[in-house]
């Protein structure tokens, strides 16, 4: 019985760092790192079968929904190799498994010394699995190669093993098989975690030194702060201290996930388990900080640390204006748990007051906005998410625009976008419309490599605006949903572009202007006017809808004056019918907006604020 | 309470359901009763007279009766002798005005002349027809099966037997439904020996074959600006022959507008019998359950067949005069509507929707180009 008495188990604070296997599970969404990391509990019997619940690492009901892990935890398991009869203690790191938040997976990588690589082997690597893999091999992580899912039909574990080998530089049969659905495999994949990672080594007698891969507000314990311990001894005596801004914090609590929180005397050298403070607010524990003890601090941190940058900004109002301190609470809360958003608050004379928001990434921004909506109970209207520009103007002046309403209208010398290095993967059918696409975000091809016979990696520099304008859902349709994207900043560069104002009865709608390049102007005009005139029911008077850059309108349509509105059957019971109807309609009237005298309903700025190519389905929301 | 109470009788049968038609009646097989519909109706016009009984007993001191209108499904479809109970018993409950307008709906298929007669000599003086349109493909769409030919027919019958008032409706706006269409039914129409026009525009109903047919794409609702000129188009060719409107959807003779349908528009008291049937009283609105089984079952079973009632609050009495009164000519009095509200419908007077010599006389009265959109304006009033 390779599983240990958890009683008999060696004891967290008093483990050998020799006994000890540190690892993450580097996967894309789906391939079955949930079930996987399921499956394991059971085995090592940390959880117990009748407590067994699907996903359950996954704390957010949109973690479990999405199948996506937005935050990383570790769970401790004890485990006796059936290779060698000894005890281990295996710390699963989980990690996010999205590109937004790849500064939060590195930090997961460093805390650990193996990775396992797990990849569906009816599916193949993905772009994000890849640049994650990549990660963990410069951080010089032992990668155990594992195809999932070899229960399915569809299953082709020979050409996976085969990519995964090239890729890592192993034998195809290195390749592990397991399927986290009916347990195959899972038992020798723990044996060989204690076989091929290496022990964590570290100095027990040196100033304690422990990296903070996460870091989670909970509403009882305030923040939750995930270590792993490099050096010394963290213990429930010890005052703490964070390396980069040199606050002290009391240790109120030391303990392990087993996979509930299991409190300890402290951690020892190469051991991972959480640290309760007091604080109450993530961003005074950051991810990637050391901490380190007030008594006998370090001199040197761990390396890493960085500051999460915003990428994407996006302006998020409630449909409900009385909702405004609602929203402004409900974001001051989810800051607490999440250190990379940022927002100030804005007016926009079309959507009323808000808050200008800033994202990691689309993933960020949609999860953030999810959580907003189901958390608070609000119901949000949010703005087309934009890149942060720098523009510098005749007279030398240097202005950050996060927002296209604050663009200059005055001479501008110059702007400069930030531009990312993106690498697709697909099937090599796909190579030519991804080329097209590629080449009309104004993207530059870098270089193409075959991963397997029929299989490439493309990568391109594109500029940010390009992808988080519905670049993804392009490049899914354009690859029947077979191409995986992954991107990273690399810097800025000077771009054409200009500023595109819509006006509706000559009025600008700030909520509408957008910042694109000057040959996408005419296209971007064209789209916005002739969405609007869809969207936008007929009023008293004719609406003009013009698209503009500067003074010069580039795009017209028009909303011709309403001529029928009227119910031609009003008898018995229709009268009370449509008393109702027009009850009902003075809930609409209260979420009309008025933009100069013309009438906007919400789900006209919902729709055109979409990036919905389909004017059917935004038709279908009126 | 001693107003007088109007009744609408419902007859929720047909011998099939049209494809645009989403009102509260049933085909011999929806009903699967396994008997004919001669056998099903007697023992409805039992039921109808128990309602009137409890109607009696409700409404105790109303005056003579004095408008009835039966509408359906089919009310034609009913023998004579049937409908000639119910009359009988209302009379003999409420007593009848002695100018009492008694309308019928009739299908100008199922019609004889002698069955006309009949209806007459059993004291229904106003028929109503529905001819819908004079253009095969039109009716095609609409899913109706007569002859445009037996509306010429049935009404000169009607006429031949000795009724004075006959009115016909139309339905415009329908898929396929061109303007020289509606100008051929227009005129087909005024050919007829006819005192009243009730012309429709088409309502897609949810839940009807025409709006499963809609949204697969297969037929394709008229534009709205289209179906705006056809309003224009009627109202000038009834108006030249001498037909004027008097409700959004009207028109009559000089003193032949329905006074039963008046009554709806000017709130006043009216009871309906049968499934599904709304009532009035007073500020209070009551409907009966739905289906002519759950009718039965709760008239046999000595219970009110009423489903669900509402006592209109000040403010919704309000808001039904003011949608209701708007569709007439002389439309609703400016003081009675909040003076926050003024300003805003002024623009719709500028635009000329609304009467200008009416507003200087202190009411809100409706030009030709606002009726069209007199629920915008009713929403600019009420909301």
Redesign the interface.
């Known amino acids: 019985m390779p599983a240990i008495d958890l009683a008999k188990a060696p004891q967290p604070s008093a483990t050998n760092p020799a006994q000890i296997r540190n690892f993450c599970i580097i996967a894309h969404i789906d391939h079955g790192k949930s079930t996987l990391a399921d499956r394991m509990l059971g085995i090592t019997e940390v959880v117990e079968q009748r407590n067994m619940r699907a996903q359950y690492l996954d704390r957010m009901d949109i973690e479990r929904e999405r199948g996506i892990t937005i935050k990383s935890q570790a769970v401790r398991l004890p485990w006796q190799s059936s290779l060698d009869g000894q005890e281990y203690i295996l710390n699963m790191i989980d990690t996010p498994g999205h590109v937004d938040f790849t500064y939060e997976v590195s930090r997961s990588l460093a805390a650990c010394e193996g990775a396992i690589l797990l990849v569906d082997c009816a599916q193949g690597i993905e772009a994000q699995t890849l640049a994650n893999l990549y990660l963990a091999m410069e951080n010089n992580l032992t990668i155990i190669p594992v195809l999932n899912k070899i229960d399915l039909p569809a299953a082709q574990p020979e050409k996976f093993a085969e990519e995964l080998a090239k890729l890592i530089g192993c034998k195809p049969e290195d390749c592990l098989r397991v399927s986290g659905k009916t347990g195959d495999g899972v038992k020798e994949l723990l044996d060989q975690i204690c076989a091929q990672i290496p022990a964590p080594v570290g100095d027990p007698d040196a100033p304690a030194r422990a990296l903070i891969f996460d870091s989670v507000y909970d509403t009882y314990r305030g923040v939750v702060t995930y270590v792993r311990v490099v050096d010394g001894h963290l213990s429930t005596r010890d005052q703490i201290q964070m390396f980069s801004t040199g606050v002290r914090h009391e240790m109120l609590e030391v303990g392990v996930i087993s996979p509930e929180p299991v409190v300890s005397k402290g951690l020892g050298v190469g051991e991972v388990g959480y640290v309760i403070t007091g604080v109450k607010d993530v961003r005074q524990s950051r991810v990637g900080d050391t901490i380190t003890t007030y008594h006998n601090p370090t001199k040197t941190a761990l390396a890493g640390y960085k500051d999460p940058k915003p990428m994407v900004f996006s302006g998020l109002y409630p449909l409900d204006g009385a909702d405004y301190p609602l929203l402004r609470e409900a974001l001051d809360k989810l800051q607490l748990n999440d250190a990379a958003l940022v927002y100030e608050p804005e007016t926009s004379a079309a959507l009323g007051f808000g808050f200008r928001c800033g994202f990691l990434g689309l993933l960020h921004m949609e999860i953030v906005r999810e959580r907003l909506e189901r958390e608070a109970g609000l119901s949000l209207i949010s703005t087309a998410p934009n890149v942060v520009y720098r523009v510098t103007r005749d007279d030398g002046k240097e202005m950050i625009v996060t927002n296209p309403s604050e663009f200059p209208d005055g001479k501008i010398a110059a702007v400069f976008e930030p531009i990312v290095r993106a690498t697709v993967l697909a099937p090599s059918e796909f190579i030519g419309a991804i080329m097209e696409l590629c080449q009309e975000r104004r993207g530059t091809l870098l270089g193409m490599d075959y991963l397997s016979e029929d299989r490439v990696e493309i990568r391109y520099t594109l500029p940010l605006a390009e992808i988080v304008f519905d670049f993804f859902d392009q490049l899914k349709s354009k690859t029947r949903g077979y191409a995986s994207l992954d991107y990273e900043p690399i810097g800025e560069a000077e771009g054409d572009l200009v500023k595109v104002d819509i006006l509706l009865q000559g009025e600008g709608v700030d909520a509408f202007s957008a910042i694109v390049h000057k040959d996408k102007a005419y296209a971007y005009g064209v789209m916005m006017t002739t969405k609007l005139r869809e969207l936008i029911p007929r009023q008293q008077f004719e609406v003009p809808i013009q698209a503009a850059i500067g003074s010069r309108i580039i795009a017209r349509e028009s909303i011709r004056a309403i001529r029928k509105d009227v119910l031609a059957k009003c008898y018995g019971g229709d009268i009370s019918r449509k008393r109702k109807l027009l009850e009902k309609q003075k809930e609409g009237k209260k979420r009309m907006k008025m933009v100069g005298r013309v009438e906007v309903p919400q789900e006209a700025f919902i729709a055109a604020l979409t990036t919905d190519s389909d004017p059917e389905k935004a038709k279908a929301k009126k | 309470m001693s107003a007088p109470l109007s009744f609408?009788v419902h007859i929720p049968y047909c011998l099939r359901r049209c494809g645009y038609c989403d009102f509260n009646t049933y085909t011999p097989t929806e009903l699967k009763t396994g008997s004919d519909l001669a056998a099903v109706s007697n023992g409805y016009i039992d039921q109808l007279i128990k309602e009137i009984d409890l109607a009696k007993l409700e409404v105790s001191d109303a005056k003579p009766i004095p408008t009835i209108f039966f509408g359906g499904g089919t009310p034609t479809l009913m023998e004579v002798s049937d409908l000639g109970r119910v009359l009988e018993h209302l009379k003999l409950r409420f007593g009848f005005a002695k100018d009492i307008e008694i309308t019928i709906e009739a299908n100008p298929d199922t019609v004889t002349k002698e069955k006309l007669a009949g209806l007459l000599e059993i004291g229904i003086n106003r028929i109503s027809f529905g001819m819908q349109s004079a253009a095969p493909h039109v009716l095609a769409v609409l899913d109706r099966t007569h002859n445009p030919e037996n509306v010429i027919k049935a009404t000169n019958w009607a006429k031949e037997v000795g009724f004075k008032e006959i009115s016909v409706d139309l339905i415009y706006g329908a898929p396929g439904e061109s303007i020289s269409d509606w100008e051929a039914t227009i005129d087909a129409a005024l050919k007829l020996p006819i005192t009243h026009i009730s012309a429709?525009?088409?309502?897609v109903e949810n839940g009807t074959k025409l709006a499963a047919q809609v949204k697969r794409g297969e037929v394709i609702i008229p534009e709205?600006?289209q179906?705006?000129d056809k309003?224009l188009l009627a109202d000038k060719k009834f108006s030249d022959a001498g037909f004027t409107w008097y409700e959004?959807?009207n028109w009559a003779k000089p003193d032949s507008g329905c006074r039963h349908?008046i009554a709806?528009?000017e709130n006043a008291n009216?009871w309906?019998i049968g499934p599904?049937?709304?009532s009035?009283i007073s500020g209070k609105?009551f409907?009966n359950v739905k289906h002519p089984n759950a009718y039965r079952e709760r008239i046999v079973g000595g219970l009110s067949p009423v489903m669900e009632s509402?006592l209109l609050s000040e403010s919704?009495k309000e808001?039904?005069r003011i949608?209701?009164q708007i569709?007439m000519p002389h439309g609703i009095p400016l003081a009675s509507i909040a003076p926050s509200k003024i300003s805003q419908l002024e623009?719709?007077k500028e635009?000329g929707?609304l009467d200008s010599a009416m507003w200087q006389a202190g009411r809100l009265g409706l030009t030709l180009?606002g009726?069209?959109?007199?629920?915008?304006i009713?929403?600019e009033i009420?909301?």
């Open positions: 609408y429709y525009a088409l309502i709205d600006d179906t705006a309003y959004l959807s349908n709806y528009w009216w309906g599904g049937a709304h009035h609105r409907w509402e919704e808001s039904e949608m209701l569709r623009n719709y635009l929707h180009s009726r069209l959109i007199a629920d915008r009713v929403q009420i909301l």
